[in-house]
């Protein structure tokens, strides 16, 4: 017996976010606003601390019918909790001596007004990805701006094929609807998936390639 999938209103979709929210330990839901319009959720007000406001975001992310997600939070610090822009540099420094991925003396942060911003070159996709998330759970940083290059590699001819390879390996995606064309040693996908964990499954498979130094991830989510 096949069954008509239910229409799910922006209504539905608000109200499954919040309810999504509230699975966020220490999350104040009175300070964070929802709102939908044709699927697409604006995520406002603030928060206490760069993770929650990524965990904010990511729990949108997950609910289905969700399309797009704009974040317009603010990370707000409690009085007692501000600390100086040298305390803050000093702790995402001292980070990256402790990380085993982020390459010794490869990346080095500067700090306005709690803004962190990361500068350098590394070889990897996941040690600039190591490197941002080192600064985002600093204590005190208020915003990440992540400014790390990756270092040059040579294009291949059969990069494009090795990308959909990786992405048709990947269980999660379905490979069927994403399409791959390499732009020198950028990788661009488009073509559609059901959810966001799936755009961002392929995304990760492309970043897999010796060939790739950029990812323009333009794949449509239609839930």
């Known amino acids: ?29 009175a300070d964070v606003g929802v709102s939908v319009h044709d699927g697409a959720v604006t995520l406002d007000g603030a928060v206490s601390d760069l993770p929650q406001r ?6 949108a992310l997950r609910v289905r019918g969700v399309t797009a997600v704009a974040d317009e939070l603010e990370v707000r610090l409690p009085d007692s909790s501000r600390i100086s822009d040298s305390d803050i540099a000093d702790a995402v420094q001292r980070g990256f001596r402790d990380s085993v991925e982020v390459p010794h003396d490869a990346v080095h942060a500067t700090v306005r007004d709690g803004v962190v911003t990361l500068l350098g070159t590394v070889r990897f996709q996941y040690e600039r990805r190591a490197a941002r998330r080192i600064a985002e759970h600093a204590r005190g940083a208020r915003a990440v701006d992540s400014r790390i290059e990756l270092a040059r590699r040579p294009s291949a001819p059969d990069a494009a094929e090795r990308v959909r390879n990786a992405i048709r390996r990947n269980a999660a995606v379905d490979a069927a609807h994403v399409d791959v064309r390499i732009d020198g040693t950028e990788a661009v996908l488009t073509g559609t998936v059901r959810s966001f964990a799936e755009r961002s499954q392929a995304e990760r498979a492309a970043w897999t390639s010796p060939h790739v130094t950029a990812v323009r991830n333009l794949i449509e989510v239609r839930g």
């Not at 229409?7 to 999504?20: A, F, G, L, N």
């Open 1 to 29: 017996m096949t069954t008509t999938p239910q229409y799910r209103t922006d209504q539905d979709v608000q109200r499954e976010v919040t309810e999504e929210l509230e699975w966020i330990a220490g999350l104040d839901l």
């Open 54 to 59: 990524k965990a904010v975001v990511k729990a």
